[in-house]
């Protein structure tokens, strides 16, 4: 069964203090590996794809890796509105279907 | 403007009553899917759908029912044999492809009362 494990469940940050947001997953035929980032009350916002081990995407302060097993999202100089919560989703070979995990949920104080 | 459109945004069903979540989109995919968020959980599956008229049941499908009818349509009927029906519910679609991106919907918060 497709899995997916996203941690740290919450994570505190400065203003200004990097730090990286982590996605494992396990699934047969890795197809996209999907970043996105939800504002409370509001539908998920699409970020990245990743498509194969080693390949890497940046977006102003954002950043997303991945390996055969995780995938990173990495956070420079964050700003107070770079809080939300942050989910991972894995599409496997077979089909369309994403497979989420269950989200980060970060804040960065100013 | 093209997207997802969701509504309604609240909504408030009695014990017993069936209620239709509607979703339609202007994106031309053919794929649209619905999931549930209930807290500190992650998004799972109800039903989705890779084409007019055909459907797959996904994670969390009883209690639950769709219909595709039309490319750009894609509504969810919560039955009463839903014994927990209140959570955010959110609709989406992607291009039919496999590896594209799927854009959500704004959601819908349902609450039994």
């Known amino acids: 069964e497709d899995q997916v494990t996203q941690s740290p469940e919450a994570l505190r940050l400065q203003e200004g203090e990097s730090s990286s947001l982590n996605c494992s997953y396990t699934?047969?035929?890795?197809?996209?590996l999907f970043w996105y980032r939800q504002d409370p009350g509001k539908g998920p916002e699409f970020l990245f794809t990743?498509?194969?081990a080693g390949e890497e995407k940046e977006k102003e302060r954002l950043k997303a890796t991945l390996t055969k097993k995780e995938s990173f999202l990495h956070i420079t100089a964050p700003k107070p509105e770079d809080s939300a919560t942050y989910l991972c989703?894995?599409?496997?070979?077979?089909?369309?279907?994403?497979?989420f995990g269950a989200g980060t949920i970060l804040r960065v104080k100013s | 403007d093209g997207g997802i459109t969701q509504s309604p945004k609240y909504l408030f069903r009695k014990e017993g009553q069936n209620v239709t979540l509607s979703c339609e989109q202007n994106?031309?995919?053919?794929?649209m899917y619905w999931y549930r968020q209930d807290p500190g959980q992650g998004l799972r599956l109800i039903y989705y759908?890779?084409?007019?008229?055909?459907?797959q049941k996904g994670d969390i499908a009883e209690g639950y029912s769709v219909s595709r009818e039309k490319k750009e349509s894609f509504p969810l009927t919560v039955t009463s044999a839903q014994k927990n029906p209140t959570a955010f519910y959110l609709c989406?679609?992607?291009?039919?492809?496999?590896?594209?991106?799927?854009?959500f919907g704004q959601g819908t918060r349902l609450t039994v009362v």
């Open positions: 989406a679609s992607s291009s039919r492809s496999g590896g594209t991106e799927a854009f």
């Open positions: 699934v047969s035929g890795l197809r996209g």
């Open positions: 990743l498509y194969s």
């Open positions: 989703a894995v599409q496997e070979g077979k089909g369309n279907k994403l497979v």
């Open positions: 994106l031309n995919h053919d794929a």
């Open positions: 759908s890779q084409i007019v008229n055909d459907f």
